[in-house]
């Protein structure tokens, strides 16, 4: 198993774990991002605050706007290669859920 595969599987596992323990994540991403950042960090952020951040889903989907339509501050190739590889083996696991 890949380092990739092992952080989607603890990935999953840690969401499941939070999802069954707190009925506030199933509705709230934001809230369920802030628990798994709370259970392998020591880093806290008061949800108040954190309603102010933008989601991580926006923030990477305007990154991914800025790179490949806009063509502007593209990643380092070596980067970008690993995102590809990544992005095949995060694919090839949620098929398999």
Not at 5 to 13: F, L, Q
Not at 68 to 76: A, I, Q
Request: net charge positive; proline share 3%.
């Amino acid at each position: 198993m890949t380092s990739i595969e092992n952080e989607v599987k603890r990935t999953k596992d840690l969401v499941r774990e939070i999802l069954a323990q707190d009925e506030r994540a199933r509705n709230d991403d934001k809230w369920l991002i802030l628990k798994v950042i709370g259970k392998i960090t020591r880093i806290y952020i008061p949800y108040q605050d954190l309603e102010k951040i933008p989601s991580f889903e926006t923030i990477t989907r305007v990154r991914r706007k800025i790179q490949n339509e806009e063509g502007m501050y593209l990643p380092t190739k070596k980067v970008k290669g690993l995102r590809e590889d990544k992005e095949e083996i995060i694919r090839e696991n949620i098929r398999k859920w």
